[in-house]
C-alpha cells in the first residue's frame, strides 16, 4: 500500500466550527488530491495540489480551502462547516505529471456535520 | 468535459458466476481508463488500467476490462466471482486536456450471494 495516513479517520462536529483535515504521504510524490464521497457521485475533486504551495480548485472547491507548505502534507480545511459538508473525505497521491499516471488513496476520514 | 457513466447502481450475482460491471465514458480525444476497488471502511485500490495499446486489459484479483472506442465503453468483467468479491467499483477517466485530473463514475456495488 502507498504511504498514505489520513487523520483524523472519524469525527463528528457542529455546524460553524472549523475543521482541518490532514493527509501525510511518505512517497514524495508530487500530486496530491482532496475528494469527496457521496453516495451516487462516486468521488468528487475538491482540490488538488502540483507541489510546494502550489494548488488549484476542483470541481467541488467551494466552502473549502487547502495548504500544503511540505512535500508530505496536505491539508483541507472547511472555514465554517455546513452540514451539506458531510461526507466520506478521502487523499490521493500521484508521483507523475502524466494523466496516465494512477493516483493512489488513503483509507479516508469520515466527517459528519450536525 | 469528459463523463463516466455507470449504468448500474447494484448488481447481485450468485457466488462462481460471471459479471460484467458497465462503464461508458465521454471525452474529446484519447483517454486514460481505470477501474478502482473499494471494500468497507476502506480507501480505493487500482484493479486495473488502460493506458494504451491491447484493447484487453488484466488487472488483480482475475478481472479483465476491454477497451471499446467506438462505443466509448470500458466494462469490467470476472468469469467467476467470489464472495471477497463484493464491494464497490468505481470507473475513471482522464485524459491529455485533464492533466492528472480522474472523473469518476458514480460507483456500481456488487454484491456476491452464496
Known amino acids: 500500500d502507498a504511504g498514505i495516513t489520513q487523520s483524523p479517520r472519524h469525527k463528528v462536529t457542529e455546524t460553524g466550527t472549523p475543521v482541518t483535515l490532514r493527509c501525510h504521504q511518505t512517497?514524495?510524490?508530487?500530486?496530491m488530491y482532496w475528494y469527496r464521497q457521496d453516495p451516487g457521485h462516486g468521488l468528487r475533486l475538491i482540490h488538488y495540489?502540483?507541489?510546494?504551495?502550489?494548488?488549484d480548485k476542483g470541481e467541488v472547491s467551494d466552502g473549502y480551502s487547502v495548504s500544503r507548505s511540505k512535500t508530505e502534507d496536505f491539508l483541507l480545511t472547511l472555514e465554517s462547516a455546513t452540514s451539506s459538508q458531510t461526507s466520506v473525505y478521502f487523499c490521493?497521491?500521484?508521483?507523475?505529471?502524466?494523466?496516465?499516471?494512477?493516483?493512489?488513496f488513503g483509507d479516508g476520514t469520515r466527517l459528519s456535520i450536525l | 468535459a469528459q463523463s463516466v457513466t455507470q449504468l448500474d447502481s447494484q448488481v447481485p450475482v450468485f457466488e462462481e458466476a460471471p459479471v460484467e460491471l458497465r462503464c461508458n465514458y465521454s471525452?474529446?480525444?484519447?483517454?486514460?481508463l481505470f477501474w478502482y476497488v473499494q471494500y468497507p471502511n476502506q480507501g480505493l485500490q487500482l484493479l486495473l488500467k488502460?493506458?494504451?495499446?491491447?484493447?484487453l486489459v488484466k488487472g488483480i484479483n482475475g478481472f479483465e476490462a476491454e477497451f471499446n472506442k467506438s462505443q466509448t465503453s470500458f466494462h469490467l468483467r470476472k468469469p467467476s466471482v467470489h464472495i471477497s468479491d463484493t464491494a464497490e467499483y468505481f470507473c475513471?477517466?482522464?485524459?491529455?486536456?485533464?492533466?492528472?485530473?480522474?472523473?469518476f463514475g458514480g460507483g456500481t456495488r456488487l454484491m456476491v450471494k452464496p
Open positions: 471525452s474529446s480525444v484519447s483517454v486514460y
Open positions: 512517497e514524495n510524490h508530487r500530486y
Open positions: 495540489s502540483y507541489g510546494v504551495k502550489d494548488t
Open positions: 488502460y493506458l494504451s495499446g491491447s484493447t
Open positions: 475513471a477517466v482522464s485524459d491529455n486536456n485533464a492533466g492528472n485530473m480522474l472523473t
Open positions: 490521493a497521491i500521484s508521483e507523475a505529471t502524466g494523466s496516465n499516471q494512477p493516483q493512489h
